[in-house]
Antibody, heavy 127, light 107 residues
Framework: EVQLVQSGAEVKKPGESLRISCKTS????????IGWLRQMPGKGLEWLGI????????RYSPSFRGQVTISADKSISTAYLQWSSLKASDTAMYYC????????????????????WGQGTTVTVSS | DIQMTQSPSSLSASVGDRVTITCRAS??????LVWYQQRPGKAPNLLIY???TLQSGVPSRFTGSGSGTDYTLTISSLQPEDFATYYC?????????FGQGTKVEIK
């Protein structure tokens, strides 16, 4: 069974750093993209970016480039989303999800969408 | 970025009703359109990809259609477990943007 299991809820102060994780199992980690998505309280879904663990190729939404860092560790089939300095506006639920896709120099596309999702990690940033 | 506009933003319906949700892209996305269902407190669940292909395990009362810039999700006979929020997403060009969601509520 394909599973994506995310790390637990976090409560942080503004300015602190944070890394959350997405541990995968049941498939070949290096042959699918992993994406990260944000859902602010009571709001819709936003796509932050994706990583291809096979070669660590990473693509970010322009809205989030420089705000977060996406990485992966092939040895433990785990993807990460990290912040160097959190803001109150980072308070949200964050999801990881698996995707197939291909990328050119400028853009990525996916025929099949994001087919398996993690359970979500709540991040609360408050002083 | 490609903008995705969903309508309506919410609707009330009864069990057994036929429900239609529309999604319009700001440019031609060549059927790279995905529909998700999100129940309260849960992660989204993939329903349909490439505009009309039903994901394995999804009931056949869900159908997707459309091409170019205009797409539709139809639930032929609403069931109690279908009361949820539905999102469209274009996966034609990154960033893979979402519609704002349609909340389907019980009448």
């Amino acid at each position: 069974e394909v599973q994506l299991v995310q790390s637990g809820a976090e409560v942080k102060k503004p300015g602190e750093s944070l890394r959350i994780s997405c541990k995968t199992s049941g498939y070949s980690f290096t042959t699918y993209w992993i994406g990260w998505l944000r859902q602010m309280p009571g709001k819709g879904l936003e796509w932050l970016g994706i990583i291809y663990p096979g070669n660590s190729e990473t693509r970010y939404s322009p809205s989030f480039r420089g705000q977060v860092t996406i990485s992966a560790d092939k040895s433990i089939s785990t993807a990460y989303l990290q912040w160097s300095s959190l803001k109150a506006s980072d308070t949200a639920m964050y999801y990881c999800a698996r995707a197939t896709g291909l990328c050119s120099d400028t853009s990525c596309y996916s025929r099949d969408g994001m087919d398996v999702w993690g359970q979500g990690t709540t991040v609360t940033v408050s002083s | 970025d490609i903008q995705m506009t969903q309508s309506p933003s919410s609707l009330s319906a009864s069990v057994g009703d036929r429900v239609t949700i529309t999604c319009r892209a700001s440019q031609n996305i060549r059927s790279y359109l995905v529909w998700y269902q999100q129940r309260p407190g849960k992660a989204p669940n993939l329903l349909i990809y490439t505009a009309s292909t039903l994901q394995s395990g999804v009931p056949s009362r869900f159908t997707g259609s459309g091409s170019g810039t205009d797409y539709t999700l139809t639930i032929s006979s609403l069931q109690p477990e279908d009361f949820a929020t539905y999102y469209c997403q274009q996966t034609y060009s990154s960033p893979w943007t979402f519609g704002q969601g349609t909340k389907v509520e019980i009448k």
